[in-house]
């Protein structure tokens, strides 16, 4: 199984960047799919979630009403949409892959995001 994040890069402050994690390897839709981020010298953050069928989503308080996840199951992908980028939105973005029955799952490598001006 694999999961390869792309997208990251150097955005002003009230930019916007969209991420992807592509997916290979196991049944992408049976899996909740997450994404985290971890700013240096901070614990990692859990960021959004977004259930098998893309019914239901969740964010952390810090992004809400500024990201989006999304998914798209017939090409093993999972976005993060993210505007109004903030210097605080700076951090490594790692895409993971849950499958909520066991608690198994796998983790991308991670995508930096440099937010300044």
């Known amino acids: 199984a694999q999961l390869v994040e792309s997208g990251g890069g150097l955005v002003q402050p009230g930019g916007s960047l969209r991420l992807s994690c592509a997916a290979s390897?196991?049944?992408?839709?049976?899996?909740?799919m997450r994404w985290h981020r971890q700013a240096p010298g901070k614990e990692r953050e859990l960021v959004a979630t977004i259930s098998g069928t893309g019914g239901s989503t969740t964010y952390a308080d810090s992004v809400k009403g500024r990201f989006t996840i999304s998914r798209d199951n017939a090409k093993n992908t999972v976005y993060l949409q993210m505007n109004s980028l903030k210097s605080e939105d700076t951090a490594v973005y790692y895409c993971?892959?849950?499958?909520?029955?066991?608690?198994?799952?796998?983790w991308g490598q991670g995508t930096q995001v440099i937010v300044s001006s």
């Open positions: 390897g196991f049944t992408f839709s049976s899996y909740v």
């Open positions: 993971n892959a849950l499958y909520a029955l066991t608690g198994n799952g796998y």
